[in-house]
């Protein structure tokens, strides 16, 4: 019996321990499925959070993000806000340095300015996606303060020419088209409204130097007035330089004469760029003629000086508040909306305007509805392109765009002179220029999506 009692007690004894063993084991068992199952749920979180660099995937805000647009703001301000001012030089060399040469011909300096501005984005954009922004943006603040430096010392036509229109003008390509590749990598959702207060800086550049100019050419002379101001553009591209990067690493490409055609192998596209060559063909002209035009219809001098700059004030706006439209109501509808109502008040406004209210009316109109047609195109084309190929599809568009605001000038002056001073012309030239691009960026929504008036696009 003791025997047996023995050998139960030592089976019971054993049956135990295997029993331990066993729950042990599956102890083991589960404690390393649930840890196998927590490393699953931990790379599946990991996974589930997106990229900063995935290219699909937008902050649409953040402090990098604004940051960035506030470095736009001051580098935008620096260059699009300085081609703002020609209005200024338009008049100014007429009456001093150019004053032998005819409206035509003085117009051909800041319409080539323009136009540097503008083509040179065929090398800034795809630079800016190949290399990224820091370089380019570089670059084109060194290139454009040199430039202005240049401005400060010259006295001949060619010399003007050059400086302003050569050097500055391809600084500004450098500045304004790496900083707007970089502003639509982190926006998707609110794209209109950044790029909207971004661009905005052209119009506070257009408000503030022209002002800033014409007093410092009344209290220090014309080669200090450009030297001061070329430093504080300087102090402003410092900043843009530290602020504006780009999202997403660069993806160099190699440089091909038949990727700057594939673009417009897109139908909707090509609208788009006729569309905007019209638009910028007489969009300007306002800018640029409207001081010396409201001193022949007998503006007082000391309220002409300030068009310029009214027309910039209300541009902020036109800029700003109607850009969130287009986060809501798609960016083309509301682009057609306001390019259709600047050629319009041209033709009805600043047609007949010989007195300074209709004249005065007209500057803060055109100002706020062109204000908006200006700063909304990088939108639209960034609806209709790839985010990676933003700065290289945004500078072959205004690259096609910028023989408009090459010739838009010159015709106009060679309309006034050939009216003998009349300004008629060129004002029915402006309305109707802008009617026409209008016209072509409707066709351009068509063809994305059709007819529907209601349709977001």
Known sequence: MMGSNVEISSGTSTSREDLGDRKSEKGTINSLENGNLFETQQQGAE????????????????????????????????????????????????????????????????????????FFGLFTGKLADNYGPRWPLLFGSVVHVFGMMMISISKEYYQIFLSQSIVSGIGTSFIFYPTLAAAGSWFKKHRALAYGIMVSGSSMGGVVLPIMVQHLIADVGFGWA????????????????????????????????????????????????????????????????????????????????????????????????????????????????????????????????????????????????????????????????????????????????SFGGLFGSPIAGAIVTSQNGGYSGLKIFCGVALLVGGVFIIFSRIKLVGPGLLVKK
Not at 232 to 248: C, D, E, P, Q, Y
Not at 283 to 291: D, E, G, M, Q, R
Not at 333 to 338: A, D, L, M, S, T
Request: aromatic content about 16%; charged content about 10%; proline content about 6%.
């Open 47 to 118: 996974s589930s959070v997106p990229s900063k660099t995935d290219p699909n995937v937008f902050p649409d805000g953040g402090f990098e993000a604004w940051f960035c647009i506030a470095g736009g703001f001051c580098t935008v301000f620096s260059s699009f806000g300085w081609v703002n001012c020609i209005g200024v030089f338009q008049d100014y060399y007429q009456a001093n340095q150019l004053s032998n040469y005819t409206s035509s011909d003085v117009a051909w300096i800041p319409a080539m300015e323009s136009f540097m501005l503008f």
């Open 226 to 401: 450009i030297r001061i101001t070329a430093f504080l553009i300087l102090g402003l591209l410092t900043f843009g330089n530290i602020a504006v990067k780009s999202r997403l690493p660069p993806v160099p490409k190699p440089f091909t004469v038949k990727e700057y055609f594939i673009p417009f192998t897109e139908i909707e596209f090509l609208l788009l760029a006729i569309g905007s060559f019209f638009v910028y063909l007489g969009a300007f002209l306002p800018f640029n003629f409207i001081i010396v035009q409201a001193k022949e219809a007998g503006v007082q001098t000391n309220l002409t000086n300030y068009l310029v700059p009214i027309i910039n004030a209300a541009s902020i706006f036109g800029r700003i508040f109607p850009a969130h439209l287009g986060d809501v109501y798609g960016v083309f509808n509301v682009c057609i909306v306001f390019t259709l109502f600047s050629g319009v008040i041209s033709l009805a406004l600043w047609v007949p305007a010989v007195t300074t209210a209709p004249i005065l009316v007209f500057s803060v109109l055109y100002g706020f509805a062109s204000g908006l047609t200006l700063a909304i195109i990088p939108a639209l084309v960034a609806s209709i392109s790839d985010v990676q190929k933003l700065g290289f599809r945004v500078g072959t568009l205004y690259a096609f765009s």
